[in-house]
């Protein structure tokens, strides 16, 4: 293949770029603070200013996770063509692609995409769905964890002990708590913390999956898929099927 067989094409637009290495920032920092957390005991981690510093970190980096996330939704109803949401979710004639895509991988000559192809927009909409269910999860635990926005003040001032001012209960601290409602406080929060891990879990599997995914993609497909998340520039030799 000569340079003169291939053909340069902007894709990814400033603000998608931005929100992918924000957001790949996000889940590594909340994976290795939750991983503290998860494992404090073995780690010797004991004390309560200890645990209430980490679950602190890890609610303000889930925080920018968040709007980075409410970002990239709303943006996918205006950005450029392959940012929205018609160049992600599974439409009409989806199934079809699907199949002439994985066809064409059996060929050795497999078509090529300017957005994501059919495979690589299932990644993309199950990530969406593992992370806004995380973003969910971690909002309300971050309410009845450490009592933090935007449920922390209902959920502190129906925990509160009658005649204990809600803004002085401390994080994991029973004093001041009405011992009835804490219980039921622990009991209600606890199946979010259960689905936040597991979920957590899963999306870095898929992570995973989805980067080695790239890799073989680039290496089989071209179209310089790593470095156009940096540039927003695809290098293909072929014409894109998505190129209409």
Same mark, same amino acid.
Request: aromatic residues 12%; charged residues 15%.
């Given at each position: ?11 990814? =637009? ?6 992918? $290495? ?39 980096? %889930? ?12 943006? *996918? ?5 392959? *940012?929205? $949401? ?24 497999? @078509? ?30 971050? %309410?009845? =964890? ?13 925990? *509160? *002990? ?21 219980? @039921? ?25 989805? +980067? +080695? ?9 071209? %179209? ?13 030799? %072929?014409?894109?099927? =998505?190129?209409?």
């Amino acid at each position: 293949m000569n340079d003169t067989d291939l053909k340069t094409y902007r894709v990814w =637009d400033r603000p998608t770029r931005l929100f992918h $290495w924000i957001n790949f920032s996000c889940v590594v920092g909340l994976l290795i603070f939750g991983l503290l957390m998860l494992y404090k005991k073995e780690l010797g981690i004991t004390s309560i200013e200890a645990k209430i510093s980490l679950k602190t970190v890890h609610v303000i980096i %889930g925080y920018v996770f968040v709007l980075n996330l409410l970002f990239r939704i709303v943006w *996918a109803f205006i950005g450029n063509r392959y *940012a929205r $949401w018609s160049a992600i979710l599974p439409g009409r004639g989806f199934g079809q692609a699907l199949r002439d895509y994985r066809a064409s991988l059996s060929t050795g000559s497999p @078509q090529q995409y300017l957005g994501h192809n059919p495979l690589g927009r299932l990644a993309i909409v199950t990530m969406l769905l593992l992370m806004l269910v995380m973003a969910v999860t971690g909002l309300i635990r971050a %309410g009845t =964890d450490i009592y933090y926005p935007p449920f922390g003040a209902a959920v502190a001032e129906y925990v *509160a *002990a009658p005649g204990t001012d809600p803004a002085s209960l401390i994080p994991y601290n029973p004093e001041g708590t009405d011992p009835a409602k804490a219980e @039921q406080l622990k009991a209600f929060k606890g199946p979010f913390g259960v689905i936040h891990i597991y979920t957590a879990f899963t999306l870095l599997f898929v992570i995973v999956v989805h +980067i +080695i995914a790239v890799i073989f993609t680039d290496s089989r497909e071209g %179209g310089s898929l790593i470095s156009a998340m940096f540039t927003g520039t695809k290098v293909l030799s %072929g014409k894109p099927v =998505d190129d209409t």
